[in-house]
């Protein structure tokens, strides 16, 4: 997959501040790449609320109200948590979009660990949540990243932005 331009992360805040609207972001396994790409861009102050690093379940849980019996039931990567973390992270950020990322970045733990690359990224916007279910390869980094971009996609889709970046 291509990589995503400063230029289309701009559009989406341009969108964002033009709609008088705000986002926050829920990380895990991307750390805050997430929220870097977005403070990247001068500006971004007028739309991005906040950002919540939740790598490991009781931050899910303390910071954006992921209930522990999803965790439990679901793991924290899944379709499930992805939702919860995007529909917490909005209300607690008072923001009126949040996208959130949750997967298995790697190493794989042996040679029969297939999780690597596994990703769900969320996004709620306008009182909805998309979930999208991602097999990504690469190394950490390379999944890291992807992960970042197809989360700013998602945005891009769930809020019919029409960003294309160019």
């Known amino acids: 997959m291509e990589r995503l331009t400063d230029r289309y992360v701009e559009e989406l805040l341009e969108v964002l501040r033009r709609r008088k609207e705000t986002v926050s972001v829920v990380e895990s396994c991307t750390g805050g790449l997430l929220a870097a790409r977005i403070t990247d861009i001068p500006g971004c102050s007028d739309v991005f609320r906040q950002s919540f690093v939740t790598y490991c379940d009781e931050a899910k849980h303390k910071l ?25 992270g909005a209300k607690a950020a008072g923001a009126n979009a949040c996208v959130s990322v949750t997967g298995y970045a790697g190493p794989a733990a042996d040679e029969t660990d297939t999780s690597v690359g596994l990703v769900y990224i969320g996004c709620f916007y306008r009182g909805r949540v998309r979930v999208k279910e991602l097999r990504l390869t690469g190394n950490r980094r390379q999944i890291r990243e992807t992960a970042v971009d197809e989360a700013l996609r998602l945005l891009n889709e769930v809020g019919e932005f029409h960003v294309n970046g160019s």
């Open 64 to 88: 954006v109200k992921v209930k522990n019996a999803t965790l439990r039931k679901h793991t924290a990567v899944s379709s499930k948590t992805a939702n919860a973390m995007a529909k917490g």
